[in-house]
């Protein structure tokens, strides 16, 4: 059976969201397949010990604790991944379908000489071989993939199925410093990311997302979604048609041409639901459409719908949870 090793990011020292529902969804693979070894590996330095806390105990993760990869280094990064998965016999690797994972893959699979398989959902294992679904074509058509070689690199996107309670304990780390490795010889190097303006949350670490489209009729339209968006505790994001009209910045486009989220819940306000923002929310638990048009496509990707105005239904909404929570 395979051995696998999930490569997690960090940013500013804390794991994010993205790489802990994957490291949740190897467990899931483990407790399916339980043959199959699960280790963990994550590159630069930690704010503390507490950034571990959300990941599942019992596994082993190593930490590679150089202060070079603090930013993601691609070069870096590739070499002490590899290095691991050639010490630990790894022969699946997964990484989150993010940025990061999406250029690193492609790195470690030319260093590894393993299969590379992107965007890939619903893993399951055939006599032994890792065999995953995608989509193509904006989420219209789904295909299955499987590798060419034993070795295979996987970019994994959606929410685990089946994420258990959180035990108490804590990965067992195992520290790892790599002093052959020297800034000088990585091109290109990473100096800086640069936050976006207002410092609001990247969506696709939230775990609420409001999004707005054109039925929200305007910039104005956003100002009403931040404010259910705080009472939920979550973040605002946006159709491509929103971004267009200049209503809000890309960095907040969710869909083909945007960013692909996976939030426990995701309310559609405005949004009509076409095929290439629908590809940026199928790794969603819980879709709520509110669209004036009964006959939307988003109603058909919903798990509850609300037929109404967007400009009337989410102000009640918002009406109701201040008055059931006691927020302002």
């Given amino acids: 059976m395979h051995s696998l090793l999930v490569v997690l990011e960090q940013q500013n020292g804390v794991v994010r969201k993205s790489?802990?529902?994957?490291?949740?969804?190897?467990l899931f693979l483990h407790r399916e397949y339980p043959d199959l070894s699960v280790k963990g590996v994550v590159a630069g330095s930690l704010a503390s010990d507490d950034s571990l806390e959300e990941l599942p105990g019992g596994v082993e993760l190593f930490h590679v604790d150089m202060p070079d990869l603090a930013l993601?280094?691609?070069e870096g990064y590739a070499s002490v991944v590899s290095s691991i998965a050639e010490e630990t016999g790894a022969t699946l690797?997964?990484?989150?379908?993010?940025a990061f994972g999406m250029d690193l893959a492609p790195r470690l699979a030319a260093?590894?000489?393993?299969?590379?398989?992107?965007?890939c959902r619903n893993i399951r294992f055939v006599e032994g071989v890792p065999v995953s679904e995608?989509?193509?074509?904006?989420?219209?058509?789904?295909?299955t993939m499987q590798p060419e070689r034993r070795r295979v690199v996987m970019t994994v996107s959606g929410r685990?199925?089946?994420?258990s309670e959180v035990e108490d304990r804590q990965p067992e780390v195992v520290r790892r410093e790599y002093t052959s490795f020297h800034t000088g010889s990585w091109n290109p190097i990473v100096e800086e990311f640069l936050a976006a303006a207002g410092g609001q949350?990247?969506?696709?670490?939230?775990?609420?997302?409001?999004?707005?489209g054109r039925g929200v009729g305007g910039p104005e339209g956003f100002v009403m979604l931040e404010s259910l968006a705080?009472?939920?505790g979550g973040s605002v994001a946006a159709s491509r048609t929103a971004v267009d009209e200049g209503w809000c910045p890309h960095a907040l486009q969710v869909g083909q041409t945007g960013k692909t989220v996976s939030p426990r819940l995701y309310v559609a306000c405005g949004i009509s639901g076409a095929v290439q923002h629908l590809a940026g929310i199928t790794g969603v638990e819980t879709i709520v459409a509110i669209n004036s048009d009964p006959d939307a496509p988003i109603f058909r990707a919903a798990d509850y719908g609300i037929v109404g105005d967007v400009v009337e239904v989410v102000p009640h909404l918002a009406s109701l949870l201040r008055a059931e929570t006691g927020k302002k």
């Fill in 160 to 163: 685990a199925p089946g994420r």
């Fill in 201 to 212: 949350q990247d969506i696709t670490d939230a775990s609420v997302i409001v999004a707005g």
């Fill in 93 to 98: 690797l997964l990484l989150p379908d993010t």
């Fill in 72 to 74: 993601y280094q691609p």
């Fill in 230 to 232: 705080r009472l939920l």
């Fill in 134 to 143: 995608t989509a193509w074509y904006a989420g219209s058509v789904s295909a």
């Fill in 111 to 119: 260093a590894l000489d393993a299969s590379l398989m992107a965007h």
């Fill in 19 to 26: 790489s802990i529902d994957l490291f949740w969804y190897a």
